[in-house]
């Protein structure tokens, strides 16, 4: 049975053997966090409003919440898993908003707090490419040199007209300047993109595989573009549904596929989709789990007989099969 190139018998680059690689089989579960901080597109620096498709609640589980501090949400998250596993370790996920948007010695109280923790076995940060100044990446790479740190970086699409459609407030331009400024430094990043924003094309999104394959990231999260209450998006669906391309499953798994194909081998695969609670999705609405959209997505790799990074070639991918 064939193995591929990133030390298993799947045919992308998954999370979930890099995760049991890197914490050695133990068993270790993100803590989702709310830090209280805002978005520079939020609260008038950049702009108004947020991200045209954004509403936190639909990606921010229990137990984070506002009113909390980060002291009592580790308490709740741990108590709640520590019943059935004693002995696990855990990420501090400070998941909602952009959670480097403050001064550093706040930061440096925030994720110390959590750090603080027994049983704490890293930070996961999540932000925009336009809150990191050169202090605070440095303060991160010094906390990665001492614990598991991954930064999560919003970059949601290569098109600076699709950035400023959907109110993201930054440009490509930044998005990649970050990217290289946090790799310079040893940082591990987790790209987001969006397959699915208005004005984009199927071209378009292949397209985007070979940008983001170009540049310094690690681990790539993926999201179906959906519609949730609440949001910019929500009212613009109602008023035109023609604009958005709403994909059935099958549909996504197909292009999921193409840009596994042109996915750089090197970039692990955290998630092909989002998931957002019932009450709050309007469209599409598939009924289907994260992990079983993954099956979905192996058997079409297989029924192809393609893999990540197939049609990716360039000297790079050549010296690291070497």
Same mark, same amino acid.
């Given at each position: 049975m064939r193995?591929?190139?990133?030390?298993?018998i799947?045919?992308?680059?998954n999370?979930?053997?890099?995760f049991?690689?890197?914490?050695?089989?133990?068993?270790?579960q993100?803590?989702s966090l709310?830090?209280g901080l805002?978005?520079?597109?939020?609260? !008038?620096?950049?702009g108004?409003?947020g991200?045209t498709?954004?509403n936190n609640?639909?990606?921010?589980?229990?137990?984070?919440?506002t009113?909390k501090?980060?002291a009592i949400?580790m308490?709740e998250?741990i108590r709640f898993?520590?019943?059935?596993?004693p002995?696990m370790?855990?990420l501090a996920?400070?998941?909602?908003y952009s959670?480097t948007?403050?001064p550093?010695?706040?930061l440096k109280e925030i994720?110390?707090e959590?750090?603080?923790?027994p049983r704490?076995?890293?930070?996961?940060i999540?932000?925009r490419?336009?809150?990191?100044?050169?202090?605070?990446l440095?303060?991160l790479?010094?906390l990665?040199?001492r614990?598991?740190?991954?930064?999560?970086?919003g970059?949601? &699409?290569h098109l600076?007209v699709?950035l400023?459609?959907i109110?993201?407030?930054?440009?490509?331009?930044?998005?990649?300047?970050?990217?290289e400024a946090a790799s310079?430094?040893?940082i591990?990043?987790?790209?987001?993109m969006?397959? !699915?924003l208005?004005g984009e094309t199927?071209?378009?999104?292949l397209?985007?595989a070979?940008?983001?394959s170009?540049?310094p990231?690690?681990?790539?999260?993926?999201h179906?573009?959906?519609?949730?209450?609440?949001?910019?998006?929500?009212r613009q669906?109602?008023n035109?549904? &023609?604009?958005?391309r709403l994909?059935?499953?099958e549909?996504?798994?197909?292009?999921?596929?193409?840009?596994?194909e042109l996915?750089?081998?090197l970039?692990?695969?955290e998630?092909?989709?989002?998931?957002?609670?019932?009450?709050?999705?309007?469209?599409p609405a598939?009924?289907?789990?994260n992990y079983e959209?993954?099956a979905?997505?192996?058997k079409?790799?297989?029924?192809?007989n393609?893999?990540?990074?197939?049609l990716?070639?360039?000297?790079?991918?050549?010296?690291f099969?070497?």
């Amino acid at each position: 049975m064939r193995q591929f190139p990133w030390g298993h018998i799947g045919r992308y680059n998954n999370f979930q053997f890099f995760f049991r690689k890197v914490f050695k089989g133990e068993k270790v579960q993100k803590i989702s966090l709310e830090s209280g901080l805002t978005c520079p597109n939020r609260d !008038g620096l950049k702009g108004e409003g947020g991200c045209t498709y954004c509403n936190n609640e639909a990606f921010t589980p229990p137990p984070a919440g506002t009113h909390k501090t980060i002291a009592i949400q580790m308490e709740e998250g741990i108590r709640f898993f520590a019943h059935k596993y004693p002995t696990m370790k855990y990420l501090a996920y400070f998941q909602s908003y952009s959670n480097t948007y403050a001064p550093l010695p706040a930061l440096k109280e925030i994720y110390g707090e959590a750090l603080a923790f027994p049983r704490v076995a890293g930070l996961v940060i999540s932000t925009r490419p336009d809150c990191l100044d050169e202090g605070i990446l440095d303060y991160l790479a010094d906390l990665s040199g001492r614990t598991y740190l991954m930064l999560e970086l919003g970059l949601e &699409s290569h098109l600076d007209v699709t950035l400023e459609r959907i109110n993201r407030g930054h440009t490509f331009a930044e998005s990649a300047a970050a990217l290289e400024a946090a790799s310079r430094r040893g940082i591990r990043i987790t790209a987001h993109m969006i397959l !699915g924003l208005p004005g984009e094309t199927r071209e378009d999104w292949l397209e985007q595989a070979r940008v983001i394959s170009r540049l310094p990231v690690d681990n790539l999260k993926l999201h179906q573009m959906q519609i949730h209450k609440g949001t910019v998006m929500a009212r613009q669906y109602r008023n035109d549904p &023609s604009q958005f391309r709403l994909f059935t499953a099958e549909e996504y798994a197909s292009l999921v596929v193409e840009y596994l194909e042109l996915l750089n081998p090197l970039i692990t695969v955290e998630r092909f989709t989002s998931q957002a609670p019932a009450e709050l999705l309007i469209a599409p609405a598939w009924g289907i789990k994260n992990y079983e959209f993954s099956a979905i997505v192996e058997k079409l790799l297989e029924q192809r007989n393609t893999w990540q990074g197939r049609l990716f070639l360039t000297s790079d991918t050549i010296e690291f099969f070497s």
